[in-house]
């Protein structure tokens, strides 16, 4: 059999059909690239960068975190033990003109910022910013804080304090939402057992979540600690 070659005229069709494709192929990357890019943007776009002018008027803006509390058996143990007023907290953002706190509850999720209030004794709250949040809370960390937060909605709540990411509590939310967003630590992490644990509830409280295997050597990090941040200013309380 004799070998078989390509005439110049199919040769010239080959070549301009690998160009086509090569070409489509560019097109394509080109625009995943552009609709990449521009969702980008928009995202961005959602959130705007903390002024001075909401720190002069005590306007709520992105990243501020919220405090509050109420009188469950779980909520005067943390109280007790952290020696605190408050024993639950979230983070603010704004999405289409409204404010939402992210919050870990039983699911982890987010809640209309209104809403989020009424859950507390007397509707009482405090919301606190760092002090350098014009220059740390730029649209691009911001974005972050929300992809780190949006990375557990749904996760159960964790009642025995753990460091892990497969559950978490509310204090643990905040930390790493600014720490894996911001870059920003607030708060010092402690050891359970540096927490006063003495108070019959708290104790009853230790059993019930734990039994005879209380972990005290676990890193935790308590709203009191997050509260007292030298880090943050209060910049409305209600």
Same mark, same amino acid.
């Not at 069709?13 to 489509?24: A, E, Y």
């Not at 720190?55 to 779980?74: H, M, P, V, Y």
């Not at 709540?157 to 643990?172: A, H, K, L, M, T």
């Given at each position: ?34 609709? &990449? ?18 720190? &002069? ?36 953002? @704004? ?8 919050? &870990? ?61 497969? @559950? ?11 720490? @894996? ?22 104790? &009853? ?6 039994? @005879? ?26």
């Amino acid at each position: 059999m004799k070998p078989f070659h390509l005439t110049e005229m199919q040769k010239t069709k080959h070549l301009i059909f690998n160009i086509f494709f090569l070409l489509l192929f560019s097109l394509q990357a080109m625009v995943i690239l552009l609709f &990449a890019s521009c969702e980008k943007k928009v995202k961005y776009a959602d959130f705007t960068k903390p002024s001075h002018i909401a720190l &002069a008027k005590g306007e709520l803006t992105d990243g501020d975190i919220i405090f509050q509390t109420n009188s469950s058996d779980f909520s005067n143990a943390i109280k007790l033990a952290t020696h605190s007023h408050y024993s639950h907290c979230g983070v603010i953002f @704004r999405w289409k003109g409204k404010k939402y706190v992210c919050e &870990a509850v039983q699911p982890v999720g987010i809640k209309l910022l209104d809403d989020w209030i009424s859950f507390g004794d007397s509707s009482h709250y405090v919301v606190k910013r760092l002090k350098n949040a014009f220059n740390i809370l730029t649209p691009e960390a911001c974005c972050k804080m929300v992809e780190t937060g949006q990375s557990f909605l749904g996760k159960d709540y964790d009642n025995v304090f753990g460091w892990e990411d497969n @559950r978490i509590y509310c204090s643990e939310l905040v930390w790493k939402i600014f720490q @894996r967003g911001a870059n920003v630590e607030i708060g010092k992490l402690k050891q359970l057992k540096e927490f006063d644990l003495s108070s019959s509830l708290v104790k &009853a409280e230790l059993y019930k979540h734990y039994n @005879r295997y209380i972990p005290y050597d676990e890193m935790v990090i308590s709203p009191e600690d997050i509260f007292t941040s030298p880090l943050l200013i209060t910049v409305k309380e209600e």
